[in-house]
């Protein structure tokens, strides 16, 4: 058995890990484990193991990227799924290409992107991707989605869904600003930004935010958001709002947003442990590994957050991390 690599740091272990550097060695290893549990993973930064992994994990090691076509407005880069989303972003933004400084500093590689829609800061993958390349698990047959065959929601796409588990992603391509038009309206952005702002000064504002307020990833386990932000009938936030000063909420499409980081405040779960997991005293929408948090202590702490926010709002708050 091998470590599997996971953000959260739990010690957990496959019967096999193993890397490929191009679409052709991917369809060899997926010929030679036929029959096994697969498991493809990114940089393991929105998994919670929650035991060994009897089975194969996948992981990238195609890391490039190019531009495969320009137009007036426009750069379209084509990136592997193993890059590191953010090793991009620094480039892009060097570049002088906008579109994606907003997601800076996310971790995660393009892979992983494409099929969990990350965001950030009012901006969503789903904003900058144009198209999906991807290889069919069942028979090494390769396929490019349109950006409307994903299927992108809110933290969602068609390989969560109806796909789950049949194809790989090994391709993404982002279509980039030439012409930069900051989008600064998300919580204090526009306060943390100076004056006539470059992709890069958005950039580092985004990163400076972050880091105020999210464990840093090479220091503390965790998988960054534990819980979706919740979506709820607007009479439900109207009811929660005549009982408590101040609900912050963002209206949407088919009803009201309320930040799941307020409903688990008000729950009084900001900083508490069980075990050696932790619910994030700076961003109690994250749960963390103290140091030795066993996947139970992690489901229990989650599952208790989920039942006291539904006793006291009613309101059911879900994962946002794949249990594995
Ligand atoms: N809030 C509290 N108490 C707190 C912290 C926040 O009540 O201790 C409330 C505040 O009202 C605040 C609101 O929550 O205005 C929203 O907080 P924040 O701006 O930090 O964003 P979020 O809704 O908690 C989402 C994403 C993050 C992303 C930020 C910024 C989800 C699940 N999470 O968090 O994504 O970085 O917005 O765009 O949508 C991730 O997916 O891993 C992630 C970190």
Sequence with gaps: MVNIPNTFRMDVRAKIYAEYRSVDELRELLQQYRGERLLHIGAGSNLLFTGDFNGVVLHSAMRRARATREDDSHVFIEAENGLVLDELIAQLCD???SGMENLSYIPGEVGASAVQNVGAYGVEAK????EVRALAIADGSERTFTHA?????????IFKN???GQYIITCVTYRLDKQFVPKLDYGNLRGEVGANPTPMDVREAVIRIRRQKLPEVSEVGSAGSFFKNPIVPREQ??????QYER????DQEGGVKIPAAW????CGWKGKTLGGAQCYAKQPLVLVNTGNATPQDVITLAQNICNSVHDKFGITISPEVNYI
């Design 95 to 97: 570049m002088g290409l």
């Design 127 to 130: 904003d900058v991707i144009t």
């Design 149 to 157: 065959e994903c299927c992108y929601g809110y933290r969602d796409s």
């Design 162 to 164: 109806d796909l789950r």
């Design 237 to 242: 936030y109207e009811a929660i709002a005549a």
């Design 247 to 250: 609900v912050p909420h963002f």
């Design 263 to 266: 409903l688990i405040e008000q």
